[in-house]
């Protein structure tokens, strides 16, 4: 399976080990009415066996660009935006996780499968074309936003990544020559 999003193609992946989140029937339900929720591209499970067991649980957010950290007012709301999306992600990941919405949950049975196994959560914002020394304050102030919830849920800061498309292929994120 295959997503494009941004100006990337991220993939392929197994079909069992991604959700794509932001298509999702649960996620249309979650927006009816009133709506507005912000959520990440997608879900991917790592490192997913043949016993259908995750190393880890990717929470993936692409954008095309970002503001300059020079540019206050704009990075701060940049910032904001990414740690509503990713915090509302995993938010809703869990509630599937325990059950809540059943009658429009449509995460994948090995997603479900990990709701009892100890699993690595990772935050992931991937940015299209940018220069790795960009990516450092990007990193830095999504780190910082995430502290609460990197305590409540047991993960490091340094579990919130912030990737270039360079270093998204590397890791086997996306296409690319």
Not at 34 to 44: C, D, H, W, Y
Not at 159 to 175: H, Q, S, T, Y
């Amino acid at each position: 399976m295959e997503i494009k999003e941004s100006g990337m193609v991220f993939g392929p992946f197994k079909k069992e080990a991604v959700f794509h989140i932001e298509k999702s029937r649960l996620y249309r339900h979650v927006n009816r009415r009133e709506g507005n929720v912000p959520i990440a591209e997608f879900l991917l499970l790592y490192g997913l066996d043949s016993s259908s067991t995750a190393s880890s649980l990717w929470v993936v957010e692409a954008k095309s660009s970002a503001p300059r950290p020079g540019n206050n007012e704009d990075f701060k709301k940049f910032i904001q935006e990414i740690n509503a999306k990713l915090s509302c992600s995993l938010s809703l990941t869990m509630a599937a996780f325990l059950g809540r919405h059943t009658s429009c949950n449509d995460f994948p049975k090995n997603f479900l499968k990990q709701a009892h196994i100890p699993i690595t959560i990772k935050l992931i914002l991937v940015l299209s074309g940018h220069k790795k020394e960009w990516l450092e304050p990007i990193s830095d102030a999504l780190q910082k936003t995430f502290k609460s919830t990197a305590r409540i849920w047991n993960f490091l800061p340094e579990d919130v990544i912030v990737l270039n498309d360079e270093m998204a292929r590397r890791r086997g994120l996306i296409k690319g020559s």
